[in-house]
């Protein structure tokens, strides 16, 4: 598959590059972008929630009042649920949530995901993204050139660039990563993805 590589203004430099078909052309897998997606969301969960049982909370033993003639039901402890300050019922205990997938099917899934957008032209290359400082409304007018300051966008880079991230920082719908984190949620939650020329070919050796 070959593409046009453009410039920042959106115009065509007059260069294409080819994309590899094993990455943006195969028979994509469904499932697989399911089950690392799910993979993804679980591990970003710290799963630290925590309540105090009635064995945690600090209080006296002894019963609060005569077992028989109240008219009430018996209560044998201050710390029991029932009251005010006592210790929680079934409460959250820290757990482990982290869900791990075999890398071929993560690799299946992150080539997948990349197949879908490909085929909805969704893909943009463009020529190495250079801000001499950080500056949101640069940016936005990036964006605003190829008509996609509206949308969810993803730049995947060669390597990290400061400015370029600080000016994005301030947009919801922007993200900015390097091609070396590219993971199959950000690029099934973005509309548009954008790679600069150099995180292609660092694309190709991730996926070897």
């Given at each position: 598959m070959k593409l046009d590589i453009n410039k920042i203004s959106g115009k065509a430099s007059g260069?294409?590059?080819?994309?590899?078909?094993?990455?943006f052309s195969i028979e994509p897998n469904d499932h697989a972008i399911y089950l690392d997606v799910k993979s993804y969301l679980a591990n970003q969960r710290q799963g630290n929630s925590k309540v105090k049982g009635r064995s945690e909370i600090t209080g006296s033993t002894r019963k609060i009042k005569k077992q028989k003639g109240t008219g009430t039901a018996r209560a044998g402890s201050i710390k029991s649920p029932l009251f005010k300050g006592g210790g929680q019922i079934f409460g959250p205990e820290p757990?482990?949530?982290k869900n791990k997938i075999n890398k071929k099917v993560k690799d299946l899934a992150r080539k997948s995901a990349l197949t879908?957008?490909?085929k909805e032209k969704s893909v943009f290359i463009v020529d190495n993204l250079e801000m001499k400082k950080p500056k949101t409304k640069d940016f936005v007018t990036f964006l605003s050139n190829f008509a996609v300051d509206?949308?969810?966008?993803l730049l995947f880079m060669s390597e990290k660039n400061e400015n370029v991230v600080l000016s994005s920082n301030n947009l919801e719908n922007a993200l900015v990563k390097e091609v070396?984190?590219?993971?199959t949620y950000d690029i099934i939650n973005a509309d548009s993805i954008f790679f600069d020329e150099e995180s292609v070919k660092k694309l190709n050796e991730i996926f070897k």
């Open positions: 260069k294409k590059i080819t994309l590899s078909d094993k990455i757990r482990e949530y879908h957008k490909a509206s949308k969810k966008t070396k984190d590219i993971n």
